[in-house]
C-alpha cells in the first residue's frame, strides 16, 4: 500500500530538481529570517545564491543539539510567533529541552509523512491503530495519531502503559495495528500468556515499532509472539518527530520521505559526506518546514544509505537498521542518558569514589535495567552497615531525579571496577537487542 506514489515512486532525476529546488528556498529563508543561521551561513562564506546543485549542501554548515538547546525556546523559529501551532520537545529529561515548533503546515507535512508510514505497514481507513505511543510533549503519540487520521482509519489513543487495559481493548475492539515500543510490544505477549489472552485469536495483524533501537532478533520475537509483521519506523523531534523514514513490506531498509527531509551520510571525523552504502553518521535537512526548520542537523546515528527502486516500487533512498551512535548516549526506556550526566551526580555524594561502571540489560520482563556499580570509601565497608545501605538509598534518589529512571546502585570496594589504560569504560550493555 503506498500512500503517495506521485513522490514515493516518483524519477529520481525529477526528485533531485524538486530537493534543489527546497532547499534554495530554505537556505534563503534561514540567511532572511534567522539571525542563528545567517551568521553560520556568514562565517562559512556562503550565500543562497551559491546553492546550484544538491553537491553544494556539502558547503553548508552542520547544526549540532547543543545549538538546539543554546537557542531554546525560540532562537530558531523561522516564521512569525503568532503561526505556530503546536510545540513539542526531546524526551530526555535532564539539561534544557529540545524545542520543536509547527506551523499548520508543518503538521500537514507531519501527517502526511506518518501516513505514508502507516501504509507502509499496510495501514488503510478500514483498520483500528492502537497506539501506545506516549500522548503529550514526545512526539510519538501524536504523530502517530495524524498519520492514522489522515488515512481514516479508528484511532485508539491509549497512550502508554496499563498492559491488562491494552490488551482488553485490543481484543475487544478488534484493533488491526499496533504502534508502541519494540521492548512494550514483548512485555505485552508475555502480560498476555500469563493472564490469558491469546494474540493468535485477536485481530491485530501488524505493528509499527520504533523510539529505540532494536534487531533483526527482536523483530523475530515478536513477530512469532504476537503473530504479526513488525515494521521498523525512524524519527526524532529535531527532525519533527516519528515519519521521517518507514519499513515497506520488503523489511529491507527504512524509506526516507526524501521530499520532505535530505538525508546525507557524514564521516564524524572529519564531517565529509560518503558515498552511498558506506556507513557513518546520519545527517537530515528539513526541506519544508516552516516552523524551526533545520540545515544539515548531525544525528549521531550510524548507519548506511541506498537508492534504487525497491521491491515494492518505492523509489526513495532507503536507510538501514542503526549500528549505534558516534556519542556515548544510551537509550533508557525511551530515556535518553549520558554517563557523563552520572558521573556529574556522583561527584557530589560524599563517600564515593570516582569510579563507577553502568550495566544495561533487559531484564526478563524485556524492559531496560540499570545497575550502577560504585566504588566507596574503604573505611564505609569497616563502617556499620546501615551507613552503606543509607548511601546507596542516596544515590539512587539523587539518580532518579537527575535523570528521570530508576537504577539499581551496588556499592563495591575500591579497586574492585577494573582499570583502562586508555578511556575508561564506563559502559556494558548487554542488550540483545
Ligand atoms: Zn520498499
Known sequence: MIWNPQYECQESGERRLLQLARLKNLVETLYSRVPFYKDRLDEAGVRPRDIKALSDIAKLPFTIKDDLRETYPYGLLACPE????????????????????????????????????????????HDTVQNCYGYGLFTGGLGVHYGAKRIGANIIPMSSGNTQKQLMVMRDFGSTLLCSTPSYALFMAEEARETGFDFKSMKIKAGCFGAEPWSENMRHQIEVELGI???????????????????????????????????????????????????????????????????RYRTRDVTFITRGTCGCGRTTAKMHRLFGRTDDMLIIRGVNVFPSQIEHALIEIEGTDPHYLIVVDRGSNHLDEVELMVEVKRELFTDETKSLESLKGKIESVMKSKLGIQLRVKLVEPKTIERSVGKAKRVIDRRSI
Not at 109 to 119: D, F, G, P, Q, Y
Not at 266 to 275: M, N, Q, V, Y
Open 229 to 295: 509483521d513488525a515494521y521498523d519506523i525512524y524519527g526524532l523531534t529535531e527532525i519533527t518527530g516519528p515519519g521521517v523514514a518507514f519499513e515497506c513490506e520488503c523489511k529491507d531498509g527504512m524509506h526516507v520521505n526524501e521530499d520532505l527531509f535530505y538525508p546525507e551520510i557524514i564521516d564524524s571525523e572529519t564531517g565529509l559526506p560518503l558515498p552511498d552504502g558506506e556507513k557513518g553518521e546520519l545527517v537530515f535537512t528539513t526541506l519544508v518546514k516552516e516552523g524551526t526548520p533545520l540545515l
Open 82 to 125: 503568532s503561526e505556530i501551532e503546536e510545540i513539542h520537545m526531546s524526551s530526555g529529561t535532564t539539561g534544557v529541552p529540545v524545542v520543536d515548533a509547527y506551523t499548520r503546515y508543518d503538521v500537514e507535512c507531519w501527517e502526511e509523512a506518518m501516513a505514508r508510514t502507516l501504509s507502509g505497514a499496510g495501514a488503510t481507513r
